[in-house]
C-alpha cells in the first residue's frame, strides 16, 4: 500500500505469548525502509476520532493527510515471517532477478528472508524484504568470516568429518550460527525422489533416508562436541525427527525446521506431480509426514520455512533423475501452512505464527515483535479465503510447483 496513513479496522490482532486474538483497530503510520510505523491500536469513532486502547487521549483523524481506512474484520494482524530456508534463483538458469523475487517473497508474507549463499545471490539491500546474509562453507574455509553471523552448508559439497568439526569449532567460538542442509552426497549419489515405492515405480535411483539421517547425526554429534549453535534447515523423515528430539532433551543447541511441501505431500505424488514434485530433501512416506506435523505440534520443529527454490521449465523437463530440485514456495507456503496445518487442527494460529515468525527470528537473532511506536513489517492475512494459483496471480517467473491449479486456504491479504 501507497498510503502514508492507514487505519485496519475490526482485525484481530494476533499475541503469540498470551495465545489470543484481541478485536481492535490498528493506527499505521509512515513508512521507512524498516516497514511501517505501528502508531497504536484502539478504536475508531465515525471517521474523525481514534482512541487508543492503553490511552484515554484520543486522535483526531482530521490531522493526518491521506488517511485511509479499511475494514479488515474476520481477518488477522500478525508479524511478518521470517525464512531460513530458500534460494532466489538470480539468472540462469531459473532466470529471476533479485527485485522481482523478493517481490515474491514479501507478496507471501516474508518480511525477513536468510537465503542460501548461492554465487549469484547479492548482497543488496531489498525494498521489499530484510535481507540477513548467509555466508558459504568457501569463506570459512578462505577465513573469511569476519563480520559473519551466520554460515551454511546448503551451496557446498558434504565435507569430511575433521573439515566440518574445524568449521564448527571456529563457529562456536565466534557465536556463529551454523546451518547443516546437506544430505550425505555418497548415499544421495544420482538419486532424485525418495527410495522405496516411488523410486520402484519411476524406475529411477532413490536416496535412501539414511543420507540425511547421517548428516542429521553427524551434525548434532559435532555440535555438542565444539558447542556450535546449529541448525538444520528441512528435515524430511522421521528418524530424524527423533534424533533432534532426543539432542534437544540432552541439552544440545540444535533447531530446525522444515517446509510445507514437506507436511503437505509425501513420495507417492512425486509419481503424480512428476518434475514439480522433485525438491530437496525429497518427498518422504506418509509415516514420515506424519511424524513431521507431529513435531511442528510439540516443539520439536522450531519453524517452517518456505523452501523456495525456482527452477525454469527446461531445467524441469526430462527423466526424473535429470530434473533440477526445487520448488516454488514464497507465495504458496501460508496457503499450505492454512490448509495442511490449521484446518486439520494439527495446530492453531498461535502456534503457526510462532512457527513462521516469532521462533524463526529467534533463531535468526532478529526482533519481529509487533511494539507500538515502532516500524515493523507486518501482514494480514485471512484464514477462510480460498485460491487457487496461476501464472496470473504469482509473481514469481518460475512455475515449478505440484500445488499450480490446486485449491488452497488461506491467504496473505496486504503486507505492511
Same mark, same amino acid.
Given at each position: ?76 494482524? #500478525?508479524? +511478518?515471517? /521470517?525464512? =531460513?530456508?530458500?534460494? *532466489? ?7 529471476? &532477478?533479485?527485485? !522481482? ?42 577465513? #573469511?568470516? +569476519?563480520? /559473519?553471523? =551466520?554460515?551454511?552448508? *546448503? ?7 575433521? &573439515?566440518?568439526? !574445524? ?42 533416508? #539414511?543420507?540425511?539421517? /547421517? ?60 518434475? #514439480? ?140
Amino acid at each position: 500500500m501507497t498510503d502514508k496513513y492507514t487505519i485496519i479496522k475490526n482485525v484481530k490482532y494476533i499475541d503469540v505469548a498470551a495465545r489470543k486474538s484481541v478485536t481492535c483497530d490498528v493506527f499505521l503510520g509512515e513508512r521507512s525502509h524498516e516497514g511501517r510505523r505501528l502508531v497504536t491500536t484502539g478504536k475508531t469513532h465515525g471517521n474523525d476520532r481514534f482512541v487508543p486502547a492503553n490511552s484515554e487521549e484520543e486522535i483526531f483523524l482530521a490531522m493526518y493527510d491521506g488517511l485511509t481506512i479499511q475494514n479488515a474484520r474476520g481477518k488477522h494482524f #500478525s508479524p +511478518a515471517f /521470517v525464512d =531460513i530456508s530458500c534460494r *532466489l534463483g538470480i539468472g540462469p538458469p531459473a532466470g529471476e &532477478d533479485f527485485f !522481482n523475487s523478493t517481490a515474491s517473497a514479501r507478496l507471501g508474507g516474508w518480511g525477513v528472508i536468510a537465503p542460501a549463499p548461492e554465487k549469484s545471490t547479492p548482497a543488496d539491500t531489498s525494498p521489499y524484504c530484510r535481507m540477513i546474509p548467509v555466508a558459504s562453507l568457501r569463506k570459512a574455509v578462505e577465513n #573469511s568470516l +569476519a563480520g /559473519v553471523s =551466520i554460515v551454511s552448508d *546448503l551451496c557446498d559439497p558434504y565435507l569430511p568429518n575433521n &573439515d566440518l568439526r !574445524n568449521i564448527m569449532k571456529y563457529c562456536a567460538g565466534e557465536n556463529i550460527l551454523f546451518i547443516a542442509g546437506r544430505m550425505d552426497d555418497g548415499i544421495v549419489g544420482d538419486g532424485k525422489v525418495n527410495l522405496g515405492r516411488a523410486s520402484k515405480m519411476l524406475r529411477t535411483p532413490g536416496i535412501a533416508p #539414511s543420507a540425511e539421517n /547421517v548428516a542429521v547425526s553427524r551434525a548434532i554429534v559435532l555440535a555438542a562436541e565444539t558447542e556450535c549453535r546449529l541448525h538444520i534447515p528441512v528435515v524430511s523423515t522421521a528418524a530424524s525427527v527423533d534424533i533432534i528430539r532426543a539432542a534437544k532433551s540432552a541439552g544440545i543447541a540444535v533447531t530446525c525446521g522444515t517446509t510445507p511441501t514437506h507436511f503437505a505431500l509425501c513420495d507417492d505424488d512425486v509419481v503424480l506431480h512428476g518434475a #514439480s514434485a522433485v525438491v530437496y530433501p525429497p518427498l518422504r512416506g506418509k509415516d514420515d509426514r506424519a511424524a513431521i506435523i507431529a513435531g511442528l505440534a510439540d516443539g520439536t520443529i522450531d519453524c517452517i520455512s518456505s523452501g523456495h527454490s525456482p527452477a525454469s521449465g527446461k531445467d524441469k523437463e526430462g527423466r526424473i533423475n535429470d530434473v533440477a530440485f526445487g520448488a516454488i514456495g514464497f507465495e504458496t507456503a501460508f496457503s499450505l501452512c492454512v490448509t495442511y496445518l490449521l484446518r486439520p487442527k494439527h495446530i492453531d494460529i498461535y502456534r503457526l505464527i510462532q512457527l513462521l515468525s516469532h521462533s524463526p527470528a529467534e533463531i535468526l537473532g532478529v526482533d519481529t515483535t509487533l511494539k507500538q511506536g515502532e516500524f515493523v513489517r507486518a501482514n494480514l492475512i485471512s484464514l477462510d479465503s480460498e485460491t487457487i494459483y496461476t501464472h496470473s496471480n504469482l509473481r514469481t517467473r518460475c512455475a515449478n510447483t505440484p500445488f499450480y491449479g490446486r485449491p488452497l486456504w488461506g491467504t496473505v491479504d496486504e503486507v505492511y
